[in-house]
């Protein structure tokens, strides 16, 4: 099973799927390709694996993703040989990315995938203060940048089977946590 948390940069991803990660035993992630820098306390292989643009173009035109964007002037992308790896484990796999790669994958993996998709609400104020609090010396155009894409992502909900406002961490992983028990429950019953 893949279970896709999205949301806008800010809203929560990251900290809830390592939580998630704790808390459940057949749970782990599948860290995107980036070519952005890392972010301080980041690890490669951990959060993403961190790759210059140039060898991110490459990996393009080797047809080694199953979907890629250019997000905030840097790309990200789903890595076709890990992701067939990890949903060959048998393992849950939770992965945080954004609208336009939720939908590439639920067009390329729902047939032969049970796929799970969540899209995590945040309220513009509290992204914004999420944002500056993270600590990423966001410039104001950058700020603006991101909360821009709000409207954006928002706007894709429908495509999502669970919308959950993410104004309490603790009740969206419990919320998240029965979600990923009712939604094995299902599949392992057909």
């Known amino acids: 099973m893949l279970v896709i948390l999205s949301g806008v940069s800010g809203a929560g991803k990251d900290t809830i799927k390592k939580e998630l990660i704790k808390r459940m035993d057949d749970v782990i992630s599948l860290p995107s390709f980036t070519s952005r820098k890392p972010r301080e306390g980041e690890e490669e292989g951990i959060q993403y694996h961190f790759i210059t643009k140039e060898q991110f173009e490459e990996k393009i035109k080797e047809n080694e993703f199953y979907e890629y964007d250019l997000h905030h002037e840097n790309y990200y992308g789903t890595s076709r040989k890990l992701m067939n790896e990890k949903i060959s484990s048998g393992k849950i796999i939770v992965k ?45 155009e950058e700020l603006e940048l991101r909360l821009g894409r709000l409207e954006y992502e928002e706007s894709k909900i429908k495509i999502y089977d669970y919308v959950i406002k993410n104004d309490d961490f603790e009740k969206t992983v419990n919320i998240i946590q029965t979600i990923i028990e009712s939604e094995r429950k299902l599949e392992m019953s057909q």
């Open 96 to 140: 945080d990315i954004e609208v336009n790669g939720t939908e590439n994958l639920i067009k390329l993996l729902s047939k032969e995938t049970k796929l799970v998709t969540i899209f995590l609400k945040v309220e513009r104020e509290e992204l914004k203060r999420r944002l500056i609090a993270r600590g990423d010396n966001l410039s104001e």
